[in-house]
């Protein structure tokens, strides 16, 4: 007998990157920009307060909401870099990473056939997270000539009578887009106009380059009551396999998420909530650290790219470039599979990202130096091979 | 200028093109710059940093905390810089606490460390006390890890 699986889980693809992941799996000696997260180990400090905690025995279930202690660093964390005052108590729910966050938020908030905006290339769970949620998804294209932002005019255009959430994540993975306030103002008038909820993925904010100063949706007028802002500890303190984000929401949507989280998860990892309190209290010198780290390699990697002929502007944010690989003439399969086929290179090809992502590539450099000079280097004569 | 000292510690033989690269500047704009931080006096030296354990084993290395009589003019500076001048001291720093100087020696044997020790530092009339405390085994020195930290392992590709 074969188990029927559910219709809207069937049809469901399989993640882009998982199938890419397998073919790089089966390759030895692969130099990879194919990985979305930091590079850096988790800084010492905060491993050495995780394991401090296991010491004196610190092992059980927390509060569903998670440690009482951790909330509130949340919420002065994000007063004080956001300018956002969330309520420790009620309006604040820690989960097992910001992914969980996301599906609790969706499950909470949709209604069969509501219809869910997101911007495109955008992180692989958006569209099927929507999908399991009983929600219909749709994408809201972003471009390359102004650096993948979310255009209020093409949002305008996508929202119909069942319109009920934007999806907003910026820093962008896989583009490293980010917002400029004044089309961001435009976006949230949209929001309160059309009666929208926003849920704002910011897990990249502290990673910003050139100064640039990062600004959630969720400090303009009326967005506040309207936004569910999602953060975590993921990949500005190098901690993604500690999974630790958060939501803060109105409270009675938050209740409503607690509800989901309480009988699916119940409370996220304790060792990790300990850490997470030691990085948000005492991590932001580690955070600089890292950043700078991840500006001067995008330096290197943008000017490399640029040098081989493959367009790509600097990202302001994240830590991915997206360069331009229709000139080559090949897709951004082809390309990503010829490149590490011939030349033991990985990325991952723009499409993983959603259709909008064709003729583009998704390089992180999250990577050591000497790790992307090499994988730029074999770059540079994989493309002067394809002339 | 805090980028280039912050590059050239974590790697002073980085190629001059990489750095200006990554620095977002041309290899000529940093050259100067080097050049000028080096004439003013700012970059004193590169150095390798050589494993202890692997290399020249015999050799003994010592930390000594030095009690000395300041002098009426000029303090600690003309008696420091006596001590520092001999060439078993690597380093030697002015420190707060219980004791005054800090110096590091490295000498060739251990009879050599004790005859510095006992002959030349200690008989200096400024020098009221010495301790001495022998390295044994290194573990961390300028940055660079001697015996542990291994590199984490990632998935090849992830989202």
């Known amino acids: 007998m074969s188990i029927a699986i559910a219709d809207h889980v069937r049809d469901i693809p399989r993640s882009g990157i998982r199938d890419f992941f397998e073919v790089v799996q089966s390759m030895g000696d692969v130099i990879s920009l194919g990985i979305g997260e930091p590079d850096f180990a988790t800084p010492w400090h905060i491993r050495e307060a995780a394991i401090y905690a296991l010491e004196r025995g610190r092992t059980g279930y927390t509060s569903n909401l998670g440690l009482p202690r951790l909330r509130r660093s949340v919420s002065d964390y994000i007063s004080k870099h956001f300018g956002l005052h969330y309520e420790p108590l009620s309006e604040i729910l820690v989960s097992v990473g910001v992914s969980e966050s996301i599906d609790l938020a969706l499950r909470a908030i949709l209604n069969p056939g509501d219809e869910v905006l997101y911007h495109e290339p955008c992180y692989v769970s958006y569209a099927p997270s929507i999908v399991l949620a009983r929600g219909t998804p749709r994408a809201v294209q972003t471009h390359a000539d102004d650096g993948f932002a979310l255009r209020a005019a093409d949002l305008e255009k996508a929202i119909g009578p069942r319109t009920r959430v934007l999806m907003l994540n910026f820093p962008t993975n896989p583009t490293g887009a980010t917002m400029q306030p004044e089309e961001l103002g435009k976006i949230a008038d949209l929001c309160v106009r059309h009666n929208m909820v926003v849920m704002t993925d910011e897990i990249y904010s502290e990673l910003t380059y050139e100064g640039a100063k990062h600004t959630s949706i969720a400090t303009f007028p009326g967005m506040k009551e309207r936004t569910v802002f999602l953060h975590g500890v993921s990949k500005a303190f190098a901690m993604t396999g500690w999974r630790i984000g958060f939501a803060c929401a109105p409270a009675p949507l938050i209740e409503a998420m607690m509800k989901i989280h309480q009988y699916a998860i119940l409370c996220a990892p304790v060792m990790g909530q300990d850490a997470a309190i030691e990085a948000l209290e005492r991590g932001e010198q580690s955070v600089a650290k890292m950043r700078m780290e991840y500006e001067r390699r995008r330096n290197f990697i943008t000017a490399a790219l640029n040098e081989m002929g493959l367009e790509c502007a600097k990202p302001r944010g994240a830590f991915y470039v997206f360069p331009k690989i229709s000139t080559t003439g090949l897709t951004s399969r082809d390309f990503s599979l010829r490149l590490l086929r011939e030349k033991k290179v990985a990325v991952v090809p723009g499409t993983a990202f959603g259709p909008g992502g064709e003729g583009h590539v998704r390089c992180s450099f999250a990577t050591a130096l000497d790790q992307i000079k090499i994988a730029m280097k074999q770059m540079e004569e994989f493309c002067k091979e394809l002339r | ?159």
Not at chain 2, 50 to 66: F, G, H, L, M, S
């Open chain 2, 1 to 159: 200028m805090d980028a280039i000292i912050d590059l050239l510690q974590q790697n002073a033989l980085m190629p001059r093109a990489d750095m200006a690269r990554l620095l977002g500047r041309t290899p000529e704009d940093l050259d100067a710059a080097i050049a000028k931080l080096e004439a003013d006096g700012v970059i004193l030296g590169y150095q390798a940093i050589v494993n202890r354990e692997k290399w020249d084993t015999d050799k003994v290395y010592a930390v000594i905390e030095v009690k000395i009589t300041p002098e009426r003019d000029g303090g600690f500076d003309r008696i420091a810089s006596r001590i520092a001048k001999f060439e078993e001291v690597q380093s030697c720093y002015l420190v707060s606490g219980g004791y005054d100087l800090l110096i590091i020696v490295e000498a060739a044997s251990l009879r050599a460390a004790a005859g510095f020790i006992a002959e030349k530092l200690s008989t200096i009339d400024a020098v009221q006390a010495t301790a001495t405390h022998f390295r044994l085994k290194t573990y961390k020195e300028n940055g660079a890890f001697h015996t542990f930290e291994s590199a984490p392992e990632r998935l090849s590709v992830s989202p």
